[in-house]
């Protein structure tokens, strides 16, 4: 079975015409995780017994002749800030190493209804705070194209993972670029859906303005699949919104002749690298043949957007993490008699540096006299950024980026530079503030093979157009 060309649909034929078993497709992807899981440390956990369980029954299906559901026997890994009943819930922090998951998210409802198979949870920054999986308590997750060179992050496991064939699909989150910019960084396609597309029950919650759940995998197809899947309201999430859910699948292959594509000209001086400019450059000559129309356009708030999404990011996150207290959820760092001394030893014990810097300074902006001065201003930023969207979607139908100012870098290179770490999300932020879908597909490498993402974001609720755009890409063939 060549692991790098599989779909879900050909894993769903597979099964249904006796070729494999789900059981037996599920032990190829199993070995492929021992065979590079120890290098790669895209998985925390995983757990065979549990995966053959979910396998059996699919197989089951199949035995008393009943019809297979969509995702039948997909492999697929899921970010450990996501709620896999019974299965450990780490958030890639030593304050939740015990933790177990007392119910399923959501999506993982939705995904197993639709007959997906989970292998394991995958490695992430601590809390989703990061762009490179450095920040995990248990240890950084490497890119499997170069393993001196970083995954991207948060969702660096789940891209990893998929890159590496250690599973077919992946769900990650995105609050600030943390599944597309991995997607970018490992070669894969990665979507962040419309705010409020996607349930987030039982998502551990960053920063709760921003966050939404999005597929990873190997190709546009299956992420629209995935994405049909487990969009839609949940009456558990009150965020999450009643919009008619498309067959983002059958949509695919429609034409894209004489649709307008923005490019921001503000973007155009932002420290883009020579080798993304060049990838991309090629990517949008791409555009050009297959009959776009190339515009440019302005969003004369945008330089502001990474402070904004940091101030709003961090501010949500120290309020989202004050419940780890020691008492509700997690561990517990001594036995103090003191309870003020117990809550702090605990904190201080359970969350790390960069978790730690962020719950300070979102205190601080926060706090009365400060309040005004940061948050609020911030607040009124990100209406201006949206209302900058909002123009430039009147005059076009997308917004077309680098994913990432730069390829992956090395391990290490930015972890003593929490502000260099943050200025590499400049593409990324503003699809969160705004609340709009963006996709990265892959486009083109390096000389080295180092992948480079192109960003493709659409607007409110326009997965729809954003998949059949990226499909349209990608099926034009390699970029070079
Ligand atoms: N890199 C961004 C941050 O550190 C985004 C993280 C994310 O999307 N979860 O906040």
Do not use: W
């Not at 779909?7 to 070729?19: A, H």
């Not at 497709?25 to 998985?43: G, P």
């Not at 708030?301 to 996150?317: G, K, N, R, S």
């Not at 959820?329 to 309870?339: F, I």
């Amino acid at each position: 079975m060549k692991l790098d060309t599989l779909t879900s649909e050909k894993i769903k034929v597979f099964i249904e015409k006796g070729k494999a078993s789900s059981k037996e497709i599920c032990q190829i992807f199993l070995d492929q995780i021992e065979k590079s899981n120890f290098e790669i440390k895209a998985l925390l956990h995983f757990d065979p017994n549990f995966a053959f369980q979910q396998a059996e029954h699919i197989d089951r299906m199949q035995a008393e002749g009943k019809p297979l559901p969509d995702l039948a026997g997909l492999p697929m890994v899921i970010k450990d800030n996501i709620l896999i009943k019974g299965l450990r819930c780490t958030c890639g922090s030593k304050n939740l190493e015990n933790f177990v998951a007392p119910y399923n998210a959501t999506v993982i409802e939705k995904l197993e209804a639709a007959g997906a198979i989970f292998l394991g949870k995958a490695n992430l920054d601590e809390y989703a705070m990061g762009s490179s999986t450095e920040n995990s308590a248990y240890g950084p997750t490497v890119n499997p194209h170069q393993p001196d060179y970083v995954p991207g992050g948060s969702s660096g496991g789940s891209a990893a993972a998929v890159a590496a064939n250690m599973s077919l699909a992946a769900l990650g989150t995105d609050t600030g670029g943390s599944i597309r910019q991995p997607a970018a960084f490992c070669g894969v396609v990665g979507m962040k859906p419309t705010y409020s597309r996607v349930s987030r029950f039982g998502l551990v919650a960053f920063g709760s303005s921003l966050d939404q759940i999005g597929p990873l995998a190997n190709n546009v197809r299956d992420v629209a699949k995935i994405l049909k899947v487990i969009s839609g309201k949940d009456p558990r999430d009150a965020t999450s919104l009643d919009v008619e859910v498309p067959d983002y699948v059958a949509a695919l292959g429609r034409p894209i002749k004489g649709l307008k594509i923005g490019l921001p000209r503000q973007y155009q001086r932002s420290g883009v690298s020579e080798i993304v400019q060049m990838r991309i450059d090629s990517g949008l000559k791409r555009f050009r043949d297959l009959g776009c129309e190339m515009i440019e356009v302005d969003l004369p708030h945008i330089d502001y957007a990474i402070a904004t999404y940091y101030v709003i990011a961090m501010a949500e996150a120290s309020s989202n993490l004050a419940r780890y207290d020691g008492v509700r959820y997690g561990m517990r760092g001594t036995e103090e008699d003191d309870l003020t001394n117990m809550y702090l030893a605990t904190r201080d014990a359970g969350f790390g540096e960069e978790v730690k810097r962020r719950i300070m300074l979102g205190t601080f902006v926060l706090s009365s006299g400060y309040y005004d001065a940061y948050y609020l201003k911030a607040q009124k930023v990100r209406t201006l950024i949206k209302q900058d969207f909002e123009e430039a979607f009147r005059k076009v139908d997308f917004l077309v980026s680098p994913t990432s100012p730069t390829p992956p870098f090395r391990l290490g290179e930015k972890t003593n530079d929490p502000l260099e770490m943050y200025l590499s999300d400049i593409f990324t932020i503003a699809a969160n503030l705004v609340g709009i879908p963006g996709i990265s597909v892959p486009c083109g490498s390096t000389t080295d093979g180092l992948p480079i993402g192109m960003q493709i974001m659409g607007t409110h609720f326009d997965e729809e157009r954003v998949l059949n755009l990226a499909h349209a890409f990608e099926q034009s063939g390699e970029v070079s």
